[in-house]
């Protein structure tokens, strides 16, 4: 699977940014989707992650409320809508996918080590 991740960008505290993450190459609707950042300086930690289906969304703490993952099987493309952005959201987003649904366990999802395909990146900068 190729994954393209993009939409990221400049944006003012207290706004909003849609990402997307493009799929090729496997039928998408066969993985699991999940996002992680990366902030300046810190280590790759997990935002969210969607089912194959769509069905079940699990949302790291730090952005529940505020962040909200969905996915279009149709469009091969998965959504980050991130609304009232802090400026400690400022990071590098990656779109991750995994064929194996057993990665949405508590145990497996948060893992970076867990996924097997990787997008390359879009940055997101949250000014004061």
């Known amino acids: 699977v190729q994954l393209q991740a993009s939409g990221g960008g400049l944006v003012q505290a207290g706004g909003s940014l849609r990402l997307s993450c493009a799929a090729s190459?496997?039928?998408?609707?066969?993985?699991?989707v999940a996002w992680f950042r990366q902030a300046p300086g810190k280590e790759r930690e997990f935002v969210t992650v969607i089912s194959r289906s769509g069905g079940s969304t699990f949302v790291a703490d730090s952005v529940k409320g505020r962040f909200t993952i969905s996915r279009d099987n149709a469009k091969n493309t998965v959504y980050l809508q991130m609304n009232s952005l802090k400026t400690e959201d400022t990071a590098v987003y990656y779109c991750a996918a995994d064929p194996e649904n057993a990665i949405l366990a508590k145990r497996n999802r948060e893992g970076v080590g867990k996924y097997r395909y990787w997008g390359q990146g879009t940055l997101v900068t949250v000014s004061s």
């Open positions: 190459g496997r039928t998408f609707s066969d993985c699991v």
